[in-house]
């Protein structure tokens, strides 16, 4: 599972759930992705932090 930071249109930003980037890039182009807060479906992808694991083990 991906979970990718978004942002519409409107500056609004939030986080979409997908399978893989394959999967979240077949959606937004069937205009499947809108913004929750709006309903925009004008998405665009943000940069992600790399998850860092700092558990030690």
Given at each position: ?57
């Amino acid at each position: 599972m991906k979970v990718l930071n978004l942002r519409c249109a409107h500056d609004h930003r939030f986080e979409g759930w997908f399978a893989s980037d394959d999967d979240y890039q077949s959606q937004r182009e069937r205009g499947l992705v809108e913004c929750p807060l709006c309903g925009d479906a004008a998405v665009e992808r943000l940069p992600s932090a790399p998850r860092l694991n700092l558990s030690g083990a």
